[in-house]
């Protein structure tokens, strides 16, 4: 069975190969080289191994979270919280939520802070011409982000400690127009901070 399915896959794509014999005309961009990279993966993970063993079985404490890119520039801050989608959906642990927004209000309260929630698909981030989907934290306390707790579309798992932000409600960019959106906030900080 395996074979005649992979037979027919080949059969398929031969066909399809003598019937657009013409080159593809899509022509995928490539990104200038990144600016970090992790130089030793090991040590890395390594890393991130031994942190997990902080919490245990028997503890009461359990959870936690990560913040996946904190910039600071002259005392004002970018923070930008990467999610993956799931049937056009991402999952926000509410926990995780209730603390960016403190830290947002703290933060704007004595200097300039944006905070972005980014949900992607499985991306390729070298490419400028990949899209991202986005929302910024004063569109979530302004409640132009629905704030869900369960699934709108009947899709019901119990109770949910968590938010579910859809993406038809979210902004949807390029991963160019998300550099250049960075950039923007990093050249108001070198204007307005400090």
């Given amino acids: 069975m395996v074979n005649e399915t992979s037979d027919l896959i080949d059969t398929f794509y031969e066909k399809n190969d003598s019937i657009n014999s013409e080159p593809s005309q899509q022509i995928i961009r490539k990104s200038p080289k990144a600016k970090y990279q992790i130089f030793d993966e090991s040590e890395f993970t390594r890393g991130r191994e031994v942190l997990g063993d902080l919490i245990v079985h028997g503890m009461i404490a359990s959870g936690g979270t990560d913040i996946d890119w904190l910039i600071e520039h002259k005392g004002g801050f970018v923070i ?8 056009d959906k991402i999952n926000i642990a509410k926990g995780q939520m209730i603390a960016y927004e403190k830290l947002h209000e703290k933060l704007n309260q004595a200097t300039k802070c944006y905070l972005y929630v980014i949900g992607c698909d499985d991306i ?7 899209t991202v989907w986005l929302f910024e934290m ?3 306390k302004a409640g132009a982000i629905p704030k869900n ?6 899709d019901d798992s119990g109770k949910q400690n968590k938010f579910i ?6 902004e949807e960019i390029s991963v160019e127009k998300l550099r250049d959106l960075v950039d923007s906030h990093w050249k108001e900080f070198e204007q307005t901070m400090l």
């Fill in 80 to 87: 930008l919280e990467f999610k993956g989608f799931h049937n």
């Fill in 124 to 130: 390729d981030f070298s490419n400028p011409d990949s």
């Fill in 138 to 140: 004063n569109q979530w």
């Fill in 149 to 154: 707790t369960s699934d709108i579309y009947g």
């Fill in 165 to 170: 932000v859809y993406r038809e409600y979210m």
